[in-house]
């Protein structure tokens, strides 16, 4: 296994709690609490990256590239 490192993005939901969502990947989750609700995200993240691997897993070797673009500052933070 190998440690990796998303960035995530928690806003308070309309109805009480909050809603998180990685910035990477396709992945939302939701909690009642902050840390509920990044728990959850973790959770769906790992999910998520253990499907990509099977799907993956017998495939040709894949080329990571990194890319750099430019964002506006406000989404920064």
Same mark, same amino acid.
């Given at each position: ?11 308070? /939901?309309? =109805? +009480?709690?909050?809603? !998180? #969502? ?9 909690? &009642?609490?902050? $840390? ?7 959770? /769906?993240? =790992? +999910?998520?990256?253990? !499907? #990509? ?9 894949? &080329?990571?590239? $990194? ?11």
């Amino acid at each position: 296994m190998v440690t990796r490192s998303f960035t995530v993005v928690l806003e308070v /939901a309309e =109805e +009480g709690g909050f809603i !998180v #969502k990685c910035l990477e990947l396709p992945v939302a989750s939701q909690g &009642e609490t902050r $840390e509920e609700a990044i728990e959850n995200i973790k959770e /769906a993240i =790992e +999910g998520y990256l253990e !499907v #990509k691997a099977e799907l993956f897993k017998n495939k040709a070797k894949l &080329e990571k590239v $990194e890319v750099f673009v430019e964002a506006p500052s406000a989404l920064v933070g």
